[in-house]
């Protein structure tokens, strides 16, 4: 494949604070970035070349979007995806169209790793009241149930105690189709991120333990426990087929429990992932920046650690006031999104390396 050269134009939809690492990841390596979202408060723009606000509808605004850009990627995964094929049609897009198409369904994700040989969750996708109610007559209860779409972070999604919650669940998640899935025994989370070219190139990194509070991560560790090493090499695989299957450009984060026969897929993102930034400073090649190479066509950079240890923690709302005393504490690195500051709101991380 034909590298893209810098000074080439990367458009990034979205802009949250993925597309604003992104952006500095692309200005390192000489990329210029326009950022498209329709949000007032975009995060990104503060990082990018330039900023377009509007809706990702707008076939003028999609056209422009298209002709001022040689590559485009996207940073999350919740938008439409009526206007990302149709910027395909004009533009490289990367990840493709179909990747999105699987991540944003919960039901097709599900189906589609289970046909690759995964391991997942007991599950059943239900439309009514009385499909759940079949639902956890045969998957049983504790359970999760899930909207199809749209849900990240912990929202849409409520739990399921015993048989009796069912009519308050299918009401809170407002009658929506939606998964029901059971709950898995386990001893920890992780994530297996790579990074794919579209000849098909491909390397990943060590999997981070993940843990989460209030379905938020919190914290990213390395190395991982010994749970998590017995799990990797085969849900590295998984994520593999998964990435080869879908002919998949750029980085993919999957999420995995480590369960007692092997690991258990949970949900995989279409993007850059959370459980990753802590390979800014600590792998050699960032999540970002191997993003950046895989969509440009350039080599694939090194996963390696960079610390014997490493620790990603996520600041949630007023986490961040500490900023001065995470900047006085030897070994941190901070990292703050530049918004304006809210309760249950990402701010920011501070990655952690020891020796």
């Not at 979205?14 to 992104?22: A, D, K, T, V």
């Not at 898995?184 to 989460?212: C, K």
């Not at 993102?269 to 999540?287: F, K, L």
């Not at 006085?328 to 530049?338: D, I, K, M, N, V």
């Amino acid at each position: 494949m034909t590298p893209l050269p810098p000074g080439s134009t990367i458009g990034i939809l979205g802009g949250g604070q993925l597309g604003r690492m992104l952006a500095v990841a692309a200005a390192q390596l000489g990329y210029n970035t326009r950022i498209l979202a329709p949000d007032e408060e975009a995060v990104a723009a503060q990082t990018a070349s330039s900023f377009t606000r509007a809706d990702y509808h707008s076939r003028i605004v999609l056209d422009e979007f298209a002709a001022a850009a040689d590559v485009i990627t996207y940073e999350f995964e919740n938008i439409a995806l009526e206007p990302v094929t149709y910027l395909a049609g004009k533009v490289p897009v990367h990840p493709a169209p179909a990747a999105l198409g699987v991540a944003q369904d919960r039901a097709t994700e599900k189906a589609f790793v289970r046909d690759l040989g995964g391991r997942t969750a007991p599950w059943a996708k239900v439309e009514t009241l009385a499909e759940l109610e079949a639902a956890v007559a045969e998957i049983g209860t504790p359970a999760i149930l899930k909207t199809l779409r749209m849900g990240y972070d912990g929202k849409g999604q409520v739990r399921l105690t015993a048989p009796g919650d069912v009519a308050a669940a299918w009401e809170a998640i407002g009658r929506r189709p939606a998964i029901l899935e059971g709950f898995v025994t386990f001893s920890h989370e992780f994530s297996i991120i790579l990074a794919r070219r579209g000849d098909g190139q491909m390397v990943s990194y060590p999997p981070p333990w993940n843990e989460h509070k209030d379905g938020v991560l919190a914290r990213s560790t390395l190395p991982a426990p010994a749970e998590v090493a017995a799990s990797w090499g085969e849900a590295a695989a998984l994520a593999g087929r998964i990435a080869d299957q879908l002919e998949y450009v750029g980085v993919l984060a999957c999420e995995f429990f480590a369960g007692a026969d092997g690991p258990v897929f949970n949900e995989m993102a279409p993007r850059v992932h959370n459980s990753g930034h802590w390979t800014i400073e600590g792998a050699v090649c960032s999540q970002f920046e191997n993003h950046i190479r895989a969509i440009c066509g350039l080599p694939l950079g090194d996963t390696g650690l960079t610390a014997p240890t490493v620790a990603m923690e996520n600041l949630i709302g007023h986490d961040a006031d500490r900023w001065a005393e995470i900047l006085a504490e030897p070994g941190a690195h901070l990292h703050l999104y530049g918004k304006e500051t809210r309760p249950g709101r990402k701010m920011g991380h501070v990655t952690r390396l020891g020796r």
